[in-house]
């Protein structure tokens, strides 16, 4: 059963558009002009009760209008959206009873009262029974390790304490589904760590689906089964970590360390089409070649032929690279399928 | 009944937020009252030489005085800036992702606030009222309620206008001339700055239609006594209609807000 579907979902803004200057400032003042911005369009997605989906895209790629549009903030400007059965626009109230989010820059929580009042606060919001209150309470404060939090203001808090806080709260009411947009923007290595842990526990022993943006791509890989990559407000890959690897990435590497000076010019002169020195040392050498095309083994042979390798250690493609690929536009999607 | 309590849950809330800063609370309350004395002694400077001027002597004035610095004092800053902040900030995004009525959540917390900063002022203004050695409360309970009941109209009156002129936030996305303009008109046509009865005819017959007198000029008007009780019924029953009229209009304008714009900050 799918708990998130959209068809040919769209969303478009009008910005003002001013001319530079104080002088195109005040002719907007009285002659505003407007322009169409298309953030998302045409997407189309499937996600499953139980599933964890990273949502990347570079800044602007319309990630989070998309997760705004399925929270009921934003109201699309085309297609079908359904979360839960329910439309997240027109039904929010309901739909927001079924989903938790987390927004990484804001909060939940009452700057001026102590966290455990605003806990209570959405207990009330989201009429959760209290059974089910006491249990997920001191359930998030084991998991969170927020027992000396509850009793501070949330203005006392640090980031990262404030950010295990908000994720005790979107999850409070028992949602199907939980949000996060960049949960873990601006967070030491350790509070990332948990808060990763805590995200795959709940998704394994509570079955709730979890759909994240991120551009750590660390709670990418460690969170997620499933990545979407989202680019100038279009779909581009929706699949699996590795199945973006086995299709996208054209190439590999080798590194090597020979025991004598490499002679640099006659080496490149030695690498055929397809395979490219991209780093070169006294006694060092990186080459990068196209998996399609050649083997290993293949390019091992050539570099051998230039120089006298000791030893070698081959690079595999990572998620990291591939999607940083995509940022830059230098994918081309249908390459390599 | 749980409808209910979640909104009764963000009164407490505000409640606790408003006394949080002892310090702000207090000045905040202070800065209210120092404002209202340089009035006071301008109007005593008026009333000198003169005995009654627009149908009020200076003990009717002392007492429009005081009730007017207590309804101002219910909704002050804090409640006046939460709509267009959130909004201009983008953290209404927060908001609503909850099942909550926005409109009604607002209410909720102004009320709140407004206990908090309600309670010390109607103190405050007790003392001071004994201090000026001024004594005329209403005569009768029936006074006493029909003053209680002027204060809550007043107070959801101007909840009601301080929230919609924050909507207009969406649109303009600053909210400070937004409010000025707000105060400007509620406290020239609620009676705040000079008593409507002051008005020249065709100006008070204005003010006599507009919401804006329900929030300082009614309440004020009844404390004193100066509302003739034939009169009483029919006031109310205007200001219910004005509340009920903006009530909806908000929703209105909340409709539009949300199709239209979206939401700051990313």
């Known amino acids: ?337 | 009944m749980l409808t209910f309590q979640k909104y009764l849950r963000h009164v407490l809330c505000a409640i606790q937020e408003t006394t949080a800063y002892r310090a702000s609370y207090f000045i905040n309350i202070v800065s209210q009252f120092v404002s209202y004395i340089a009035i006071f002694f301008l109007w005593r400077a008026v009333y000198t030489g003169n005995s009654v001027i627009g149908g009020m002597d200076w003990n009717d004035m002392q007492g429009y005085l005081l009730i007017s610095l207590f309804t101002s004092a219910l909704i002050s800053g804090s409640s006046e800036f939460r709509v267009s902040r959130s909004i201009w900030t983008g953290n209404i995004a927060v908001e609503l992702v909850r099942p909550v009525d926005y409109q009604k959540a607002n209410f909720s917390i102004t009320v709140g606030n407004g206990i908090a900063e309600g309670v010390l002022v109607a103190a405050i203004g007790i003392l001071f009222a004994l201090l000026i050695g001024f004594a005329v409360p209403p005569a009768s309970p029936a006074a006493w309620l029909c003053f209680l009941l002027a204060v809550a109209f007043s107070f959801i009156t101007k909840f009601l206008i301080v929230y919609i002129f924050g909507l207009f936030t969406f649109w303009t996305t600053g909210g400070m001339g937004l409010s000025w303009l707000r105060r400007g008109l509620t406290d020239f046509f609620s009676g705040a700055i000079i008593p409507l009865s002051f008005f020249p005819g065709w100006l008070k017959a204005a003010a006599d239609v507009l919401p804006f007198r329900g929030i300082v000029s009614v309440p004020a008007t009844i404390f004193i006594g100066r509302l003739p009780p034939s009169q009483i019924l029919a006031t109310f029953a205007v200001e219910a209609a004005w509340i009920a009229a903006l009530w909806w209009l908000a929703r209105l304008i909340w409709h539009f807000a949300m199709r239209k714009v979206t939401i700051h900050g990313g």
């Open chain 1, 1 to 337: 059963m799918n708990v998130i579907e959209t068809k040919g979902l769209c969303k478009s803004f009008r910005s003002p558009l001013k001319k530079p200057g104080v002088l195109g400032a005040v002719r907007h003042l009285f002659r505003p002009e407007h322009r169409e911005i298309v953030a998302v369009t045409e997407v189309d997605l499937a996600i499953a009760a139980g599933e964890s989906v990273a949502y990347v895209g570079p800044n602007g790629a319309g990630k989070s209008t998309t997760i705004k549009m399925l929270t009921g903030i934003l109201l699309p400007t085309g297609g079908e959206v359904r979360v839960n059965g329910l439309h997240p626009y027109h039904q929010r109230m309901r739909n927001s009873k079924n989903i938790g989010v987390v927004f990484g820059q804001r909060t939940q929580l009452w700057w001026d009262i102590p966290v455990i009042e605003s806990f209570t606060l959405l207990r009330d919001i989201y009429e959760v029974p209290e059974k089910t209150y006491a249990e997920n309470l001191a359930y998030f404060t084991g998991m969170l390790g927020l027992a000396e939090l509850l009793h501070q203001s949330a203005r006392r808090l640090s980031l990262g304490q404030r950010m295990r806080c908000d994720l005790a709260v979107a999850l409070m009411h028992n949602p199907a589904i939980v949000f996060l947009d960049e949960p873990t923007i601006g967070l030491d290595v350790a509070v990332k760590e948990r808060i990763r842990e805590f995200l795959k526990t709940v998704n394994r022993e509570r079955g709730v689906t979890i759909m994240l943006t991120s551009h750590d791509l660390g709670d990418i890989e460690d969170v997620c089964r499933r990545l979407i990559i989202i680019d100038a407000g279009r779909i581009i890959y929706d699949g699996s970590i590795q199945g973006l690897l086995d299709r996208y990435v054209k190439q590999r590497s080798i590194r090597i360390i020979a025991s004598a000076r490499i002679d640099q010019p006659s080496a490149a002169r030695a690498m055929p089409a397809g395979v490219e020195i991209v780093h070169a040392d006294e006694r060092e050498m990186t080459v990068e070649f196209d998996r399609f095309r050649y083997t290993a083994k293949d390019v091992l042979e050539i570099i051998m032929t230039a120089a006298e390798v000791v030893d070698f250690q081959l690079e595999e493609p990572d998620i990291e690279r591939v999607v940083k690929n995509v940022y830059e536009g230098r994918l081309e999607l249908e390459q390599g399928a």
